[in-house]
Nanobody
């Protein structure tokens, strides 16, 4: 069984910050690559950030310099620190683990950025 749980979403004013969390059992978030995606209403789900099993990170151009993906010290959580938020960041944010050829998704957490 694979269960991912996102948390930390909410309403924030433009320029503010939020820290999203993705939690899973055991070492799933350590031995597998993890990614954050987001999907705004009526839009395609897009990749935001990802972290490899060795800690190498990659970001979409739209969030570079503002978002940071990281693993927690406990190794059973992955975070997405979001700074300098913009209204266009408004979306449902999902974490995903790739295990072999299969994708496993969390339920998503809503992020709303107001002007």
């Amino acid at each position: 069984q694979v269960q991912l749980v996102e948390s930390g979403g909410g309403l924030v004013q433009a320029g503010g910050s939020l820290r999203l969390s993705c939690a899973a059992s055991g070492s799933l978030l350590v031995i597998n690559p993890v990614a954050w995606y987001r999907q705004a209403p009526g839009k395609q789900r897009e990749l935001v950030a990802q972290i490899t099993t060795t800690g190498i990170t990659n970001y979409s151009d739209s969030v570079k310099g503002r978002f940071t993906i990281s693993r927690g010290n406990a190794k059973n959580s992955v975070y997405l620190q979001m700074n300098s938020l913009k209204p266009e960041d408004t979306a449902v944010y999902y974490c995903k683990i790739i295990i072999r050829t299969s994708d496993y998704w969390g339920q998503g957490t809503q992020v709303t950025v107001s002007s």
